[in-house]
Nanobody, 118 residues
Framework: QVELVESGGGLVQPGASLRLSCAAS????????MGWYRQAPGKQRELVAR??????????DSVDSVKDRVTISRDNAKNTMYLQMDSLKPEDTAVYYC?????????WGPGTQVTVSS
């Protein structure tokens, strides 16, 4: 059983930065892919960014995306993935989830709340 636990969320003002962490209970190098999703109130869960095929990264690019303000990274030695978010906006308010795929199974963490408000 794989466990994922997110941390690093909180209440911040617009323009602030946060770094979210996702700690895995197993080697993240064994994951086929791993990424970050978010779900804002009243909206569907959406992909933010992910790793696939090793160290390749993918950032969602849409009108409301955070593509230019986030960086995904990971530390295999610590079995931890990160999401650096800069210049946060109120519309970034959401629960952020860590997701991983291994052996055709999908795993989710419980999420961490990010609230951007003045």
């Amino acid at each position: 059983q794989v466990e994922l636990v997110e941390s690093g969320g909180g209440l911040v003002q617009p323009g602030a930065s946060l770094r979210l962490s996702c700690a895995a209970s197993t080697s993240i190098a064994s994951f086929g892919s791993m990424g970050w999703y978010r779900q804002a109130p009243g909206k569907q869960r959406e992909l933010v960014a992910r790793f696939f095929s090793g160290d390749h990264t993918y950032y969602v690019d849409s009108v409301d995306s955070v593509k230019d303000r986030v960086t995904i990274s990971r530390d295999n030695a610590k079995n931890t993935m990160y999401l650096q978010m800069d210049s946060l906006k109120p519309e970034d308010t959401a629960v952020y989830y860590c997701n991983a795929l291994m052996s055709d199974k999908i795993y989710w963490g419980p999420g961490t709340q990010v609230t951007v408000s003045s």
